[in-house]
């Protein structure tokens, strides 16, 4: 059945666990990008696995993790310079490895104690790192940030209208609307949808010269809304925004919160972690003051997908927003029980996102994170430094390790399309490219991965060099696609 003889359990583990170590050198001596994108190749590769006859242990995983060497881009490699998708601490795979042995059910104290203290505990540290106390810190750990920006919208929307939680948006007697820079995140336009707001419930306010929301627009803009019979009762700070690290002005933004009465929430969700490094922490000066907070261990925390974290000071607002009543889940501990995770998020059965962040912090401590942000934001600034010195034009300013450039002479799509699917081609590095301000076509570079050196940034810059000098030959041709 579904038991594996002594025999075959060896030969699983020695081989998942030999590959599992020699994984980030072989990585490091191989490409960051599969040779193409061909569609026909890996539908046949697939389809090639008979599932009516298993096979070897070791024949198994070897042809998994080949269909994923050759097939995929490859974000634990030192020259993904990509979205922020983390090479994965060696803890943080084993804790990940934990979680589905001991296969917790982090939904009520009662069935898992240890797990859900563990998350009560790191709740309380990371609201820490941001001048939280931890008396009022209240959060829960999400499969990312999607959902920890849709839990603030619910968490806010529940807080700021009472008949909501019973009535949903029919027991309102005006259109809610909320705030959100240019610049964020889409998963704040998801959210509207999932929340039944629709799209026209968010409200993007003008970025300025920096990329950063405009306080005095969006007051202009709430003003405005309230003129018309709406109903605002959220703004969203993003504290580094996915393109290109902007952090909004979040305490001009929090003190326009307080004077209209709105619930302020800070999408911190890859930046976050600069708030371990002193001379990062002042860029994000009024965050203590904000109702709720996304931050994703799986970003600059480095745990592997999934782990995002939602924090609010807004004691018992979670519990408003997501509690239920019910007969069957587990209550032995009777009042003795501390927090049922599931009464405080959107998820009910959930997988113990939090020890991969925990056995990674037990063999590093604070400090070891601390190093490493430090480390990928010196590599960030060699990068701009880097690409000035060669003749890039740099379209973004930001401390943080995240670089939108072009040629000196032409910011033509095309031109930096052909130059992104160059670097694809090569191997050498994956980057993007993006849009800034909706309309600014740039070429998108960020430092995701502590185990990124010098060398690896200067390999990135030589072969975007070459990539440049291709450019006429190849503008136009995707050739990355079968
Ligand atoms: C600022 C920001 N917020 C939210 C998200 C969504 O996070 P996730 O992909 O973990 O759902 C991202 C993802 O890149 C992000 O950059």
């Not at 104290?109 to 540290?125: D, K």
């Not at 202009?220 to 290109?244: C, Y």
Request: glycine share 8%; with cysteine.
């Amino acid at each position: 059945m579904l038991e594996l003889s002594q025999e075959a359990s060896d030969e699983l583990w020695r081989t998942v666990v030999d590959l599992i170590a020699a994984h980030p050198a072989r990585l490091a001596e191989g490409r960051a990008t599969p040779e193409a994108l061909d569609a026909a190749a890996v539908r046949a590769l697939v389809e090639g696995f008979d599932l009516e006859q298993p096979l070897p242990p070791a024949q198994a995983v070897q042809r998994v993790a080949e269909g994923l060497y050759r097939h995929q881009v490859h974000p634990p490699h030192p020259r993904y310079f990509g979205l922020f998708n983390p090479a994965a601490t060696e803890a943080g795979v084993a804790g990940d490895a934990l979680a589905a042995v001991f296969n917790p059910n982090v939904a009520a104290w009662s069935h898992s104690p240890f797990a859900t203290e563990v998350e009560q505990r790191l709740i309380r540290e990371i609201g820490g790192l941001f001048g939280w106390p931890p008396e009022i810190v209240e959060g829960t750990f999400t499969a990312g940030g999607m959902e920890a920006n849709h839990s603030a919208v619910l968490a806010a929307l529940t807080e700021k209208f009472p008949a909501f939680r019973g009535q949903g948006l029919r027991g309102l007697t005006a259109d809610p609307v909320f705030y959100v820079s240019a610049e964020c995140h889409h998963s704040f336009h998801r959210a509207a949808r999932m929340c039944g707001l629709g799209t026209v419930g968010v409200r993007p306010v003008r970025a300025d010269e920096s990329l950063r929301l405009d306080p005095a627009e969006l007051e202009r803009r709430i003003e405005a809304d309230r003129g018309q019979g709406r109903a605002p009762f959220l703004v969203v700070g993003t504290a580094g925004t996915t393109n290109a690290g902007a952090v909004d002005p979040l305490e001009e933004i929090g003190a326009i919160a307080r004077r209209h009465g709105l619930w302020f929430h800070v999408d911190a969700a890859w930046a976050g972690a600069a708030a371990l490094v002193p001379e990062l922490r002042a860029l994000l000066a009024g965050v203590e003051r904000a109702d709720s907070l996304t931050v994703d261990a799986h970003k600059w925390f480095s745990a592997p997908m999934g782990a995002g974290v939602f924090l609010t000071q807004r004691k018992g607002s979670l519990e408003k927003a997501f509690s239920e009543q019910n007969p069957y889940m587990p209550r032995e501990a009777g009042a003795a029980a501390g927090v049922d995770q599931y009464q405080r998020g959107l998820q009910w059965s959930r997988r113990f996102f939090g020890l991969k962040l925990w056995l990674s912090l037990l063999l590093h401590g604070w400090e070891g994170y601390r190093q490493a942000v430090r480390r990928m934001t010196e590599l960030g600034e060699r990068l701009e430094t880097g690409l000035r010195e060669r003749g890039w034009r740099i379209l973004n300013r930001t401390p943080l390790p995240i670089v939108c450039f072009v040629p000196a002479d032409t910011d033509d799509p095309a031109a930096l399309e052909a130059i992104r699917d160059q670097v694809f081609r090569s191997g050498e590095a994956w980057i993007s490219t993006t849009r800034l301000r909706g309309d600014q076509p740039a070429l998108r570079a960020c430092v995701t991965n502590f185990r990124t050196s010098e060398a690896d940034i200067d390999r990135l810059l030589d072969s975007l060099d070459a990539a440049r000098r291709q450019k006429p030959l190849d503008a136009g041709t995707a050739a990355v696609v079968k």
